[in-house]
């Protein structure tokens, strides 16, 4: 029996720990740089994340103890099993932590996309209280059935402990919480996406952001159905390999799923290196513009402003591609009342200079100003701004 699942438990941890952290540095990327603000739920999942890592490192020690290998092939298991069950105790409180805190942010970023629907909004906060209650209290109880606390891990000290059968219930309870909010978090969304005014393909972006939290509540399922029978195994070390690895899958899918939809406005990212190249495509042409000077007429063009900061509110953030909006017309009741358009009108301000600031075009998604211009002569010699 030389079979060993360590590495393979080591290997998918740890490479969804990383996700965590990489989905959660291009979240705050993505909100610092695109959206222009953080939200409350950007600090929280960074709780989160963080509660992840010290999870996982407590799952690297069970295994570097002994964790997925049969119970006759530790070395020493009178000293490896005490210290297996110990780092899996503590790996337990960060680990439930990261599932809570994760689903608080969740929670708060549907508050903000779905702020109108005040029914929604009362079911997000008695799912997320109810389920953060019992982990809160599962974590209580995990500390508080023994005594001494040291009991266990060893067994062999003289303890008085609890039922098992508590622990067991309760866990199993906030498992169950955890699947339900998981489903009815994306089913809901997705109902109320289906249903606005938009176009098929940002509605059907969304609903394939959204549905990625499903993968969340399967792992759940997978954690739940895992669990059982496995206080009563008599290869400990190996048998309870499996459930842990689908609670530490569960625990890292909540962030990483978490962090998928705040990401959809990371393809307008600007990165340094892009404007640094745009800065020498402007001085390679700025002899050109010096030309053109030269021939009777003048084009001065500098980069566009960046986007105006952004309120991190409404779905808007989400959308993928061209905003819908409607645009009054002149017949309130008559079919052609309201226009489609793929972007707002232009707006266009007169400066007292005579510049111009294109403030919203048909060509942009987002808030510009452009202050190119042309300044030419007629044969009065008049000179005349055209922009």
Request: a positive charge; charged letters at 15%; hydrophobic letters at 45%.
């Amino acid at each position: 029996m030389a079979t060993d699942k360590g590495p393979l438990v080591l290997g998918i941890s740890w490479f969804l720990t990383i996700l965590v952290v990489v989905t959660i540095a291009l979240r705050i990327s993505t909100r610092v740089n695109v959206l222009k603000a953080i939200g409350a739920d950007d600090y929280i999942m960074i709780v989160a994340g963080v509660l992840q890592v010290i999870s996982q490192g407590f799952l690297t020690l069970t295994v570097r103890y002994g964790l997925g290998k049969h119970l006759a092939d530790l070395t020493n298991p009178a000293v490896a099993i005490p210290e297996i069950i110990k780092a899996n105790w503590e790996s337990q409180t960060p680990g439930i932590l990261a599932s809570i805190v994760a689903r608080i942010s969740i929670a708060v970023l549907l508050l903000r996309l779905f702020n109108r629907k005040e029914w929604f909004r009362w079911y997000i906060y008695v799912v997320t209280a109810a389920q953060t209650l019992v982990e809160c209290l599962l974590i209580i109880v995990i500390w508080a059935q023994c005594k001494p606390v040291e009991a266990l891990w060893n067994q062999a000290i003289p303890h008085k402990c609890w039922n098992p059968k508590i622990e067991t219930d309760i866990a199993y309870l906030g498992q169950a919480i955890f699947t339900l909010s998981d489903l009815t978090f994306v089913l809901i969304p997705v109902i109320i996406v289906y249903n606005l005014n938009m176009s098929w393909r940002n509605k059907f972006g969304l609903i394939i952001v959204l549905s990625l939290g499903l993968f969340t509540m399967v792992a759940s399922i997978m954690k739940l159905l895992g669990v059982q029978g496995t206080s009563e195994s008599k290869d400990p070390t190996y048998d309870t390999t499996t459930p842990l690895l689908w609670a530490t899958v569960e625990q890292s899918l909540v962030i990483i799923m978490g962090n998928i939809p705040p990401l959809r406005a990371f393809p307008r990212h600007e990165f340094s290196y892009v404007r640094s190249l745009g800065s020498g495509l402007n001085r390679l042409t700025s002899w050109r513009s010096r030309t053109s000077a030269s021939r009777g007429s003048h084009v001065h063009s500098s980069p566009p402003y960046p986007a105006s900061k952004g309120s991190g509110s409404g779905y808007e953030e989400l959308e993928l591609g061209s905003r819908e909006q409607f645009v009054p017309g002149t017949d309130t009741a008559g079919a052609d009342s309201t226009a489609k358009m793929p972007f707002p009108p232009p707006i266009v301000r007169h400066n007292k200079g005579g510049g111009t600031e294109r403030i919203l075009g048909h060509d942009a998604s987002v808030i510009q100003r452009n202050d190119t211009y042309t300044v030419s002569y007629d044969r009065s010699g008049l000179p005349k701004e055209d922009v």
